[in-house]
T-cell receptor
Framework: AQSVTQPDIHITVSEGASLELRCNYS??????LFWYVQSPGQGLQLLLK??????LVQGIKGFEAEFKRSQSSFNLRKPSVHWSDAAEYFC??????????FGQGTTLQVKP | EAQVTQNPRYLITVTGKKLTVTCSQN?????MSWYRQDPGLGLRQIYY???????DKGDVPEGYKVSRKEKRNFPLILESPSPNQTSLYFC?????????????FGDGTRLSIL
């Protein structure tokens, strides 16, 4: 069955430090992969998506993610975190039925 | 502006009192879906609709109903709400079910069932 795992429930980084949020997926074929961000009290905003082609994808707000088929991973990265990046981040996958399978989410805290 | 609109944003109600959460999209999308978000579980799909008059169960459909009489609207109905349906609910839409385009989400509806 299709599944998405985010191993880190909570991550704290210092402002200006680099960030990597982990995501592992399980799917028979290459899925469509997404990262969403949810600020407190807000809906979900799409950061980036991967369908095919170049395995390194660029998103909004300076985020990028790399698809690694051999590791079934789609980790999110940012070279320098800002205090405004504090939020909950969700990795999600989708097949061709439209349903999104979400990971459990990772809460990012940014220390000044 | 392209958007998915949910109402109400917040609701506190009591067990057994029927309620409806409305969802409307202005992008002429065929596919619409409802999710609930619970701590530690991420978002889980409740129901989805591939097009008008076509709906199907997601992963957690018990206690919910939906209808899709018009393309733009996809209301979520709780006929007899119970406390375990206290959650944050999101409506989403996308062009078509089998499209690789991402889903657009509403701002969420926080339901508290006492």
């Amino acid at each position: 069955a299709q599944s998405v795992t985010q191993p880190d429930i909570h991550i704290t980084v210092s402002e200006g430090a680099s960030l990597e949020l982990r995501c592992n997926y399980s799917y028979g074929a290459t899925p469509y992969l997404f990262w969403y961000v949810q600020s407190p009290g807000q809906g979900l905003q799409l950061l980036l998506k991967y369908f095919s082609g170049d395995t390194l994808v660029q998103g909004i707000k300076g985020f990028e993610a790399e698809f690694k088929r051999s590791q079934s991973s789609f980790n999110l990265r940012k070279p320098s975190v800002h205090w405004s990046d504090a939020a909950e981040y969700f990795c999600a996958s989708s097949g061709n039925t439209g349903k999104l399978i979400f990971g459990q989410g990772t809460t990012l805290q940014v220390k000044p | 502006e392209a958007q998915v609109t949910q109402n109400p944003r917040y609701l506190i109600t009591v067990t057994g009192k029927k309620l409806t959460v409305t969802c409307s999209q202005n992008m002429n999308h065929e596919y619409m879906s409802w999710y609930r978000q619970d701590p530690g579980l991420g978002l889980r799909q409740i129901y989805y609709s591939m097009n008008v008059e076509v709906t199907d169960k997601g992963d957690v459909p018990e206690g919910y109903k939906v209808s899709r009489k018009e393309k733009r609207n996809f209301p979520l109905i709780l006929e007899s709400p119970s406390p375990n349906q206290t959650s944050l609910y999101f409506c989403a839409s996308k062009v078509r079910g089998n499209s690789n385009q991402p889903q657009h989400f509403g701002d969420g509806t926080r339901l508290s069932i006492l």
